[in-house]
Each structure stands twice: as structure tokens, then as C-alpha cells.
């Protein structure tokens, strides 16, 4: 109780489980690194960083994060399609991360008009207010998607995955995770790791991409042919 009570320790304890350490056996100079970039870039989007180390995550610093988004990054993100005020679906306190995810990405479609249409590479690129490269771009293989919004980079997108259908699903997560987590955050992250937040972004992307209602209509009709 007593180091929940005191911010600076609880942020620390914080990190260490989510790294999937005890108390005080994490490495010290990672712990500190996440502990200054967190007052950087904002204590939620390090505590994503922290939790996808443990699967094979590089422990990025804010300046290495940087300089990625300079040199491999697009501009974007700056006027996304957001959602009408008051209209952003809200999780219960029980609610699944994909419930949440889902309904976004339909309220989305339904504002936009998309109905059951595919969204192009452009109509996509445009939500995220990104250019296509960023889609079609040929990748030096960064260790994350992510989008980092801070005076000294600019608002920058880098995708990881090579392959087009691979970018195209991650540009859509992190085009989810603006809009369920509006405020101050700087760092927008898409990782391997299965928090709440990159699960309801999963659920955005997938949702947004290929509704589930028309897939299932499209699966009932393959197995009656």
C-alpha cells in the first residue's frame, strides 16, 4: 500500500511486472530508461513498450524511437477521421477488449458511409490522414509499428510488417488506438503484446477491415457452392 501511495514507485513496480520481473529484479538502466521517456511520451504508451519486451521487443528509447521516425517514418496522423462528438462507443467495466474494438470500427463505417465495402489502400491511407507510400513503401524492417506525435519528430507513422496486407492491418490498429485513447498521449504503439489495448486494436482492425457480418454471410455462401 504504502508504494502505491508514492507515484514514482508504483510507476516502477508498474514496469517491472510488466516486463515480467519481480520486485527491484529487473535491470536497473532499463527500468530508468522507461522511467524518463515515460515522462516524455506518457506513462500508458511506455507501459505498451514495457509489456511487449518480454515477447521479443526491443527496449526503445524515445530517442532511438526518434530517429526511426525521422528515417523510416511518413508524415501523418496530423487530421485523422475521427468519430461525431459523443458517439465513441465506451467500455463497460467488465466489457471484453474486442467488444470495444468491434463497436468503434462500426460506428466508424457506419459515419463514414462505408457500409459493406472494402476500404482501398488510399481510402485507408486518407482515414489516417497518411500518404499510400507509407503502405506500399519498401521496409528496413523496424522492430514496431508505431506513431510518435512530439515537437521534435513532427506527427510520423512507421509500420512494421513487410508484406502489404500485414501494413495495411497494422496502419488500421494504430488508426484505432488514436481514436479510443484521445488526450495528451505522444506514442501510438502496435505491438506483439496481448494488453487490453492492443487487444481492442486487433479487433478494430480486423472489424474495420473485414466486418464480421459480411465475412460470415461470404463463408455461409462458400460452404452451400
Same mark, same amino acid.
Given at each position: 500500500? &504504502?508504494?502505491?501511495?508514492?507515484?514514482? =514507485? $508504483?510507476?516502477?513496480? #508498474?514496469?517491472?511486472?510488466? !516486463? /515480467? @520481473?519481480? %520486485?527491484?529484479?529487473?535491470?536497473?538502466?532499463?527500468?530508468?530508461?522507461?522511467?524518463?521517456?515515460?515522462?516524455?511520451?506518457?506513462?500508458?504508451?511506455?507501459?505498451?513498450?514495457?509489456?511487449?519486451?518480454?515477447?521479443?521487443?526491443?527496449?526503445?528509447?524515445?530517442?532511438?524511437?526518434?530517429?526511426?521516425?525521422?528515417?523510416?517514418?511518413?508524415?501523418?496522423?496530423?487530421?485523422?477521421?475521427?468519430?461525431?462528438?459523443?458517439?465513441?462507443?465506451?467500455?463497460?467495466?467488465?466489457?471484453? &477488449?474486442?467488444?470495444?474494438?468491434?463497436? =468503434? $470500427?462500426?460506428?466508424? #463505417?457506419?459515419?463514414?458511409? !462505408? /457500409? @459493406?465495402? %472494402?476500404?482501398?489502400?488510399?481510402?485507408?491511407?486518407?482515414?489516417?490522414?497518411?500518404?499510400?507510400?507509407?503502405?506500399?513503401?519498401?521496409?528496413?524492417?523496424?522492430?514496431?509499428?508505431?506513431?510518435?506525435?512530439?515537437?521534435?519528430?513532427?506527427?510520423?507513422?512507421?509500420?512494421?510488417?513487410?508484406?502489404?496486407?500485414?501494413?495495411?492491418?497494422?496502419?488500421?490498429?494504430?488508426?484505432?488506438?488514436?481514436?479510443?485513447?484521445?488526450?495528451?498521449?505522444?506514442?501510438?504503439?502496435?505491438?506483439?503484446?496481448?494488453?487490453?489495448?492492443?487487444? $481492442?486494436?486487433?479487433?478494430?482492425?480486423?472489424?474495420? !477491415?473485414?466486418?464480421?457480418?459480411?465475412?460470415?454471410?461470404?463463408?455461409?455462401?462458400?460452404?452451400?457452392?
Amino acid at each position: 500500500m &504504502a508504494e502505491r501511495a508514492n507515484p514514482g =514507485v $508504483a510507476l516502477r513496480r #508498474r514496469l517491472e511486472a510488466l !516486463l /515480467g @520481473a519481480d %520486485p527491484d529484479e529487473a535491470t536497473p538502466e532499463t527500468i530508468e530508461q522507461l522511467v524518463r521517456d515515460a515522462d516524455v511520451l506518457g506513462k500508458n504508451s511506455i507501459s505498451e513498450l514495457a509489456a511487449d519486451i518480454p515477447s521479443g521487443g526491443v527496449v526503445w528509447g524515445a530517442d532511438a524511437l526518434r530517429e526511426v521516425a525521422r528515417s523510416r517514418g511518413f508524415d501523418g496522423f496530423q487530421d485523422i477521421s475521427g468519430l461525431a462528438p459523443g458517439t465513441l462507443p465506451q467500455a463497460g467495466a467488465n466489457s471484453p &477488449a474486442w467488444l470495444l474494438g468491434a463497436r =468503434v $470500427a462500426k460506428t466508424l #463505417r457506419a459515419q463514414l458511409g !462505408l /457500409g @459493406a465495402t %472494402p476500404i482501398s489502400n488510399k481510402k485507408l491511407a486518407d482515414l489516417a490522414s497518411v500518404s499510400e507510400r507509407a503502405l506500399l513503401a519498401d521496409v528496413r524492417d523496424p522492430d514496431l509499428s508505431f506513431v510518435l506525435d512530439d515537437e521534435q519528430s513532427g506527427c510520423r507513422l512507421v509500420l512494421r510488417p513487410k508484406r502489404l496486407p500485414g501494413r495495411r492491418f497494422d496502419l488500421a490498429r494504430l488508426l484505432g488506438d488514436r481514436l479510443m485513447n484521445p488526450g495528451s498521449e505522444k506514442l501510438f504503439l502496435a505491438t506483439r503484446s496481448r494488453t487490453f489495448r492492443q487487444k $481492442a486494436q486487433r479487433s478494430f482492425a480486423a472489424e474495420l !477491415l473485414a466486418p464480421f457480418e459480411e465475412v460470415s454471410v461470404l463463408l455461409k455462401g462458400m460452404a452451400l457452392t
